[in-house]
């Protein structure tokens, strides 16, 4: 079997700092603050993005992420994982202040063997299609891709952060792209049932394979150069046609994604993000934050912010869950809801960042936790889905439901009179 498709069972033996993401739910007092900052700017969101482009990247399935039209969507999908505080946890974990330092890939490398894992290795939903957390739709498997926060929540599964081949490149290469690597020496390549990741680091290239992160040598470029690739991305880059990965690329002392383009005669639009080599999540935040353009307004969708102008889309994508329609089936009034969440659902976010983030129904189901608006997101799916019409309120402490003439406090789990708080954002059709 070739080497990119077998499990590396090679283990280096070396003194190197190891640690494992555990699965935590993030609680306090606050469920909604957002920052005067930045709340300016939801305003001035372009108005040019189309409903179902958004819902896309808050979805993020396969079939509709990867569709021939919408793979121009993949860098705000990158960016996403790039602002994820999952991203900077293994980074400052790892002790890494640059990716240049001495020890510093070797410490990447050896973490990724010990502490991802492939979602369909794992007995729960192994094999092809397998079972797959997400649900099917359209008689397909969602096939989700996944946030680093996602990612680390699924750890309730396998005790390791856990995802499929796109979201294990994409989550290796943002955490070599925040760490100092220039974004034109990150490429992820799609084949037509698999991704990969090359990245280079000074004059030597890796190969990001799943959770297997190896140094390209003359095997593996011939391997390489023998896959077929129907694309690539990056941050600031989509192409949505068959290139080939020769050995001229690995000999050449241009930047990955320049060397790619010149042997394969591209001629693609390349954007800057004015990034810096090295930044920091503020200058990231800052970027994609105080900017209106589509990729970025995007990429704030993608990334489940609060600072977005069509908060309510959030409700749209909960209700295009395959997991939550399948739940709606088994319960059918407003009691037998309440009860479920209830009885079945943890108190707290997947996100560390929740009072300016909000999951969506299928994230509440599979990972068995939620935050208050949380709660009351996937409350809201399953009302609909029954014949109800909620509408949900949030406040900076709690949120609350409202439907037929009642209102749930999520905080106190009761129906109560009214809402004796200001609300700071309702959600609604």
Known sequence: MKLLFKLNKTFIIIIIVIFTLVSCNYKKDIEYGLEDDFKEIIIKESKDIDEEDILTVINKWHEELYNESQMKFLPSVVLANMMDPVTYEIIENLDIESIKDKGAVERVINWANESIIHTQTLDIFKDNPGKDPWGVGNLLPAYKKLLPSEMKAMSIYSGKITGKCSSIARLLSSVFRVSGVKFKNIVLLRMPSHTISLVKIKDTVYLINNQNIMKVNKKIIKELSELQYIGLYNESVTVNNNIKITKE???????????????????????????????????????????????????????????????????????????????????????????????????????????????????????????????????????????????????????????????????????????????????KD
């Open 249 to 427: 690329i690995f000999k050449n002392k241009e930047t990955l994604l320049d060397s790619i383009i010149k042997v394969n005669n591209l001629n693609i639009r390349k954007t800057d993000n004015h990034l810096k080599e090295k930044f920091d999540r503020k200058d990231l935040s800052d970027m994609i934050y105080k900017s209106s353009n589509i990729k970025f307004s995007l990429a704030k969708y993608a990334y489940q912010s609060l600072y977005v102008k069509r908060p309510e889309l959030y409700l749209k994508a909960s209700l295009r869950s395959p997991k939550a329609f399948e739940l709606s089936n088994k319960l059918n009034t407003d009691e037998e809801i309440f009860k479920w969440i209830k009885d079945n659902i943890k108190s707290g976010s997947i996100f560390k960042d929740f009072n300016e983030r909000i999951m969506i129904a299928d994230q509440v189901i599979v990972f068995k936790t939620g935050g208050l608006k949380d709660k009351a997101i996937l409350a809201y799916s399953l009302l609909k889905r029954n014949g109800y019409n909620p509408i949900i309120r949030i406040s900076r402490k709690n949120a609350y439901i409202k439907y037929d003439k009642k209102i749930y406090d999520f905080k106190n789990k009761q129906i109560i009179n009214s809402i004796d708080e200001e609300v700071k954002l309702t959600l």
